[in-house]
C-alpha cells in the first residue's frame, strides 16, 4: 500500500499517520498537506526519522489538479482525505474557504484518483452532516437523512454526495465515514477542550455557548484511527460507517469533568477553574444534540473503543500540561513564522 493522507498536518491527520506508519511497517505514506492556519508540521515531529525511506510531506492544495495529479502519479494506492477547514465558527463568518477545500477539492481528489485507478478512496466526513436531534431521538445511523445547518457541515455534506456520485456513476471504490467529535494530542486550541485547558492555565475565561447543555458524543482520537485504519483494510467500498465514542456529555459536563481533571493533576481546587466558566451568546443555528449509533461499524468490521473518556480526558490534560511550548507558539502566532518563510503561506 503506497496511502495518500491529505491533510496529514492537523489534528487528526497527524495522530492517524502516526497510527499508521507504526501499525504497518511496510507500506509507504505521501502527506499532502497545504498548511494552513491549523496546519502544523511539529504533531509529526519526528515521523520522518522513524519512518525513513516510507513517509515523505508535500505541501499544497488538493483544489489544485495540475498537484494533485503529480502526487498521483507517483504510485499512490489508496487514499484517505483529512483535508478540510473544519471549525463552524469560521464557516459562519465566511463559507468561501469551505466551499474551495471541502466541494472543489474533494471533486479534484475523486478526479485524479479514479484516473490514477486508486483502490480505495476513504472520504473522512462528519456526523454533523445529519443536522441535529432532540433530547429523545434516536441517533443518527448511515441512513439518516442528511440535513447540515452550517456552512460547514453543509460542504461536508456535499463532499460525500460527489464521492457517493463516482461510486455510483463510475464504479470508483469510495468508502465515507462520519465520526462524532474528536478530542486528544495536538488538536487546534479554538476547538472546546484544548480551549478549556489551556485558558485555565492561563487563568482566562472559559468561554462556552449559550446555557452549555448542547449534547455531543466524544470519542478519543487514537480510536478514531483505528476505526479508519479497519475501514481502509476491510470496508466495503459504497458504504458508509458512522464512529462513535459512545459518550454524549452536555458541553458543561465535559468541561467541568476535564477541570476536575486537571485541577487533580496541578494540585489546585477545581472550583479556581469552574470560577472561569462564562457563557456567552450562542452562535447562529448552534446544532443541539449529536448522538451516533455505530453497529455497522461494530458488527461488520468488529470495531470497539478502547479509551473511555475519563481515561481520555486524563491522558488529553497530561499532554497539554507536557506541551506547553507547543500550544503557546500556536496562541501567540509564532509557529506561522517558518511557514510563512519556507512555503509562503499565511
Known amino acids: 500500500m503506497k496511502l495518500l493522507a491529505t491533510g496529514g498536518a492537523g489534528f487528526i491527520g497527524s495522530n492517524f499517520i502516526r497510527y499508521f506508519l507504526a501499525a504497518h511497517p511496510e507500506a509507504e505514506l505521501v502527506n499532502l498537506d497545504l498548511l494552513t492556519y491549523a496546519g502544523n508540521l511539529e504533531n509529526l515531529a519526528g515521523v520522518e526519522g522513524d519512518a ?123 468508502i465515507i465515514t462520519r465520526c462524532s467529535n474528536n478530542y486528544g494530542p495536538c488538536q487546534f486550541p479554538e476547538k472546546l477542550l484544548p480551549l478549556m485547558i489551556t485558558n ?77 466558566i462564562t457563557f456567552v451568546q450562542d452562535r447562529p443555528g448552534h446544532d443541539r444534540r449529536y448522538a451516533i449509533d455505530d453497529r455497522r461499524l461494530r458488527l461488520e468490521l468488529g470495531f470497539e473503543p478502547l479509551v473511555d473518556l475519563e481515561t481520555g480526558l486524563s491522558r488529553t490534560v497530561a499532554w497539554y500540561l507536557d506541551h506547553r511550548t507547543w500550544w503557546e507558539r500556536i496562541k501567540s502566532g509564532a509557529y506561522r513564522q517558518y511557514y510563512q518563510e519556507m512555503y509562503g503561506v499565511g
Open 200 to 276: 485555565a492555565l492561563e487563568g482566562k475565561p472559559l468561554p462556552i455557548y449559550g446555557d452549555g447543555l448542547n449534547v455531543r458524543d466524544w470519542i478519543f482520537v487514537t480510536d478514531h484511527c483505528r476505526a479508519l485504519d479497519l475501514v481502509l483494510q476491510r470496508g466495503e467500498p459504497g458504504r458508509i460507517y458512522n464512529i462513535g465514542g459512545r459518550a454524549e456529555r452536555t458541553n458543561l459536563e465535559l468541561v467541568e469533568a476535564m477541570l476536575e481533571e486537571l485541577a487533580q493533576v496541578v494540585g489546585r481546587p477545581a472550583a479556581e477553574y469552574r470560577r472561569l
Open 52 to 174: 525513513a525511506g516510507r513517509y515523505a510531506f508535500i505541501q499544497g492544495d488538493i483544489a489544485d489538479p495540475d498537484l494533485v495529479q503529480r502526487v498521483m502519479d507517483q504510485g499512490i494506492t489508496h487514499v484517505i482525505n483529512f483535508a478540510a477547514e473544519s471549525h463552524v465558527d469560521r464557516s459562519i463568518v465566511s463559507a468561501a474557504p469551505f466551499v474551495r477545500t471541502n466541494i472543489a477539492g474533494v471533486q479534484v481528489l475523486l478526479d485524479a484518483a479514479r484516473g490514477a485507478s486508486v483502490k480505495l478512496f476513504l472520504q473522512v466526513s462528519t456526523d454533523e452532516v445529519y443536522g441535529h436531534l432532540g433530547p429523545d431521538d434516536p441517533p443518527f445511523t448511515e441512513e439518516t437523512p442528511l440535513a447540515p445547518r452550517s456552512p460547514y457541515s453543509a460542504s461536508k455534506a456535499a463532499a460525500d454526495l460527489l464521492a457517493l456520485a463516482a461510486y455510483q456513476t463510475y464504479g470508483f471504490p469510495v
